[in-house]
């Protein structure tokens, strides 16, 4: 059985960075494509990162440049790195794994990430 | 304004059958899968069809998939309370090199 669990959300100034983590157990973060969604409080699902197995990244349009997406494989964890935080960025924040792509077979509780001053 | 489309809201009664929607274009539902994704109030989202119209395991055959062309659909059977729900359709754009998702259903059932 896989359970995600993401950690690293909190209030944030703007400007600020934030790491996110996701761990679990049932699966791999060498074998499954890696991603993370968001969702602003009351809004839609947005696309955020995906990470494939074989080490090519994807960033929506919206953070690019500023977000990045990586693994440890020793600790089975993927880590969401958010720079110079706006407050447009405030939401909670799903991790999300897939066997296959485009795809998000399993999803994590949500951690709540707030850029505010 | 989200790339996909889908109505804002549907609604039915248990046992209804209700039927939502998903248009984009060429460079996604045209070209790629469509998956469908369910949120009940206050939960993380959860898979519901990938790859146009397979259902995971854990899913109830109630729930089905279809495309054609650049329009995708998500159909409901024997509608139930527990059915009510945002429902956002998703695939891959090859022009944004990204995913996609529509604006999300609100499906309640009266």
């Known amino acids: 059985e896989v359970q995600l669990v993401e950690s690293g959300g909190g209030l944030i100034q703007p400007g600020g960075s934030l790491r996110l983590s996701c761990g679990g157990s049932g699966f791999s973060v060498t074998r499954e494509y890696l991603s993370w969604v968001r969702q602003a409080p009351g809004k839609g699902l947005e696309w955020v990162s995906v990470l494939y197995s074989g080490g090519t990244t994807y960033h929506a349009d919206s953070v690019k440049g500023r977000f990045s997406i990586s693994r440890d494989t020793a600790k089975n964890t993927f880590y969401l790195q958010m720079n110079s935080l706006r407050a447009e960025d405030t939401a909670f924040y799903y991790c999300?794994?897939?066997?296959?792509?485009?795809?998000?077979?399993?999803w994590g509780p949500g951690t709540l990430v707030t850029v505010s001053s | 304004q989200s790339v996909l489309t889908q109505p804002p809201s549907a609604s039915g009664t248990p046992g209804q059958t209700v039927t939502i929607s998903c248009s984009g274009s060429r460079s996604n539902v045209g070209r790629n899968i469509v998956n469908w994704y369910q949120q009940v109030p206050v939960t993380a989202p959860r898979l519901l069809i990938h790859s146009d119209n397979h259902r995971p395991s854990w899913i109830p055959d109630r729930f089905s998939g279809s495309k054609s062309g650049t329009s995708a659909s998500l159909a409901i059977t024997g509608l139930q309370s527990e059915d009510e729900g945002d429902y956002y359709c998703?695939?891959?754009?090859?022009?944004?090199?990204?995913?996609?998702f529509g604006g999300g259903t609100k499906l309640t059932v009266l």
């Open positions: 999300a794994i897939s066997t296959g792509w485009p795809g998000f077979d399993f």
């Open positions: 998703a695939t891959w754009d090859d022009s944004l090199n990204g995913v996609v």
